[in-house]
């Protein structure tokens, strides 16, 4: 994730790969070209309008986070549960903020507010900067699945501390990440996880990044969750 942040933008793992390593994730692609949700081992890449295309094995990402996702808990949390409550609710089906949670919320949602990264092209600038000109969508009165994860602040730097979740409705046609959500109504199920594998790209980009900057809480805050 402090890569990403640093502007390396480009990885070396494909998508055939990270399916290797599981049927359920969120990243991003290379060139930081769109967000990526991996559904029941499908992994579909969301365009700057919000549409859903599938992606193809050989494309590549410099950011994934992977699991195979078996709903150990589910909870069915009140109507009209927001973004915000999400890792409350999280705590009172599992009260342990120690290990990682693969989250997925089925459900129809009153309304889900997206973003999607726009394709960079080098020189690359750090994410800060490449997140400004981001779209942002607002869909209202669907159905889909909003799966991520839970990220302990243990592993901050790794990957996004607190909740990083990504959207795709029903039809698989639309989706994002995600900003903000109301649940109308649903089901919130847990895969927890006490296993970390990280793979790390042998690029001349990453060997030279800067992982660990002052300002990695404001950063992570200004291109994850930006309110
Ligand atoms: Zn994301």
């Known amino acids: ?17 990270l399916l290797g390593h599981g049927n359920f994730g969120i990243g991003t692609f290379d060139a930081l070209d769109r967000e990526m ?15 859903a295309q599938r992606a193809t094995l050989d494309q590549r990402s410099p950011f994934t986070v992977m699991t195979n996702f078996v709903p150990h808990i589910t909870g069915t949390p009140p109507p009209g549960l927001r973004r915000t409550e999400l890792a409350s609710f999280i ?4 009260p342990s903020e120690n290990y990682m949670y693969a989250v997925r919320i089925t459900g129809t949602f009153s309304e889900v ?3 999607t990264v726009t394709k960079q092209s080098r020189p690359y600038r750090p994410m800060v900067e490449a997140t400004g000109d981001d779209t942002e969508l607002r869909f209202r009165d669907v159905t889909g699945v909003i799966g991520g994860f839970r990220t302990p602040v243990y592993e901050k730097g790794i990957g996004v501390p607190g909740c990083h979740v990504h959207f795709l409705d029903s039809r698989r046609e639309t989706g994002g990440h995600v900003l903000d959500f109301t649940l109308a109504s ?19 980009d990453f060997s030279r990044a800067m992982l660990a ?3 990695l809480d404001h950063q992570i805050h200004t291109t994850e969750i930006k309110q």
Not at 37 to 50: A, F, K, N, S, T
């Open 1 to 17: 994730m402090t890569a990403l942040l640093d502007g390396i933008y480009d990885g070396e793992m494909t998508v055939g790969e």
């Open 37 to 51: 949700i991996v559904l029941d081992g499908v992994c579909y890449q969301v365009r700057g309008d919000g549409s």
């Open 91 to 94: 705590d009172e089906l599992q």
């Open 113 to 115: 507010t997206v973003r």
């Open 186 to 204: 649903g089901v919130v199920e847990l895969c927890p996880g006490t296993d970390l594998s990280l793979g790390l790209p042998l690029t001349t």
């Open 213 to 215: 900057p002052e300002d």
